[in-house]
């Protein structure tokens, strides 16, 4: 597969972003509990009609809480892997060596982010909202299948957080500034790791024949389930907050309506909106066509 950008080009976009997470969260720079953080292309809140307007803000701000959660999750087993890559290259190229380490250190910045907006989300939030993990456990799981696998996956959430920022969030004004700053500048880097990730992509799959590259795509599919396991508890823990914080129960068609919904509504957020984005796709088409035919049909039962 030939790509349109090159190790240097990844370093020196990078190079040229000198954000901190000091200069996005602190002090004056807190989150606005009156609006909500997630557009509702994730959220899906407005098909919830049993729940009020504040409600509805109230979930939304939760389910925030949880992307921090998860992509701080998902930042813990994609850091070790690319630093596992990194590490053989060191005597090589140095373009390539530099630029999947500033990738790995980008990403230690990302856990740090995500982190420390968690911090803020509890401190203004006031009822406990948890997350599924733990972060160890499921990087251990993750990082257990063939590089290929990881590699994968890593590069569906990679496009999947430019997918985020450029679809559904870019234009949302109604979205907290600062909750929507995190998201900016998380989509500002990750834009580089996409491009890595594929040239990483590519370069384990030219070691591998053409068996080991399909087990590396099932690999793939079964790290998919797994998260869609965890996805449906997350469910749960979101229903949990929302009942604590709302000071009710919902009845139980209006729990069910809930699973249902958020259950779907997550699914587009964390698999969907990766499985089906066309970049991801072209590299599934350099490993194996029929493949990414299977995958881009089962995609569209994440919407």
Known sequence: MTFQYSFRDCLQRA??????????????????????????????????????A?????????????????????????LPFVLDHARPLLAGDEYRARAYLEFASEE????????????????GFGVPCEVIGPPATIAQHVLSHPPL????????IEWMTQ????????????????????????WMEEHQHAQLDAMMVSSIAQDLNQSEID?????????????DEGLKQQV????EALERTIGRTLGEDERGAFTRVQHQANRWTYI??????????????ALNPAKRAIIEDLSRGFS
């Open 236 to 239: 749960a823990f979101d229903l």
């Open 272 to 285: 969907g909106s990766g499985m089906s984005h066309p970049r991801f796709l072209e590299s599934l088409e």
């Open 163 to 186: 997918r985020h920022f450029q679809d559904s969030i870019r234009d949302d004004d109604g979205l907290d500034p600062q909750f929507k700053s995190l998201l900016r500048h998380h």
């Open 54 to 78: 504040d409600e509805r803000i109230t979930l939304n701000q939760i389910r925030g809480n949880a992307y921090l959660g998860i992509f701080g999750l998902v930042e813990e087993f994609i």
């Open 215 to 227: 087990a590396g795509i099932d690999g793939y599919l079964a790290l998919g389930v797994f998260l």
């Open 149 to 156: 696998s990881v590699a994968l996956l890593t590069l569906h």
């Open 108 to 123: 230690a910045k990302h856990i740090h982010l995500f982190r420390r907006f968690r911090e803020e989300f509890a401190a």
């Open 15 to 52: 190079e040229r972003i000198t954000w901190r997470v000091e200069d996005l969260i602190g002090g004056e720079k807190t989150l606005d509990f009156s609006r909500p953080f997630m557009p509702e292309a994730f959220a899906r809140t407005s098909e919830l009609e049993f729940l009020g």
